[in-house]
């Protein structure tokens, strides 16, 4: 389902479809400017088969994630780049209710941190991307333990703040 680029949404709709949104595998809600986070947790709630989601430049906070006791057991790749409003706590809820298949995660342009990201490296065991692009809140100390995840095969840091101080650690 793609319903990208669409500012009048707003995602009171989304009960009205929930047994349809049950089968979906992918969903793109890039740019839809009108869906807050309490709609964009209604509709994720009901994605119990997805794969893929990408709510990308969306308002999305993730912390109300826990709170509807939800699993995406079959999660491998998740775009959550530029949601500006998408806090550590969010991010770390995102890794709770994930199966171990995430394979990609994007967080590009986001002001998360690596704070916490050890807690979840059994859910983070399958991970080979990690696009971390312009996100410049990412300290040396979190870049250890980014470098710590043992199948990353593509880590994107660049136009963050990555000093390399440490490095010679891994």
Not at 34 to 62: A, M, P, Q, W, Y
Not at 70 to 95: D, H, Q
Not at 145 to 153: E, V
Request: proline share 1%; net charge negative.
């Amino acid at each position: 389902l793609d319903i990208s680029l669409n500012d009048s949404l707003t995602g009171d709709q989304f009960h009205m479809f929930k047994e349809k949104f049950a089968i979906l595998k992918e969903l793109f809600c890039f740019s839809c400017g009108g869906l807050t986070d309490e709609n964009l947790c209604i509709l994720l709630r009901s994605l119990s088969k997805i794969e893929s989601v990408d709510i990308s430049s969306t308002d999305f906070k993730g912390e109300g994630l826990l709170d509807l006791q939800i699993e995406w057991p079959n999660i491998e790749k998740v775009n959550f780049s530029y949601c500006n409003s998408l806090t550590n706590n969010g991010l770390a809820n995102i890794f709770r209710i994930s199966g171990n298949k995430v394979k990609s995660v994007y967080v590009e342009g986001c002001s998360v941190t690596g704070k916490g990201l050890l807690a979840y490296q059994e859910k983070l065991s399958n991970l080979e991307e990690l696009h971390c692009f312009d996100c410049t809140n990412l300290s040396e100390r979190d870049f250890t333990q980014i470098f710590s995840l043992k199948n990353i095969q593509t880590l994107d840091i660049s136009a963050t703040n990555f000093t390399g101080e440490g490095l010679w650690m891994y």
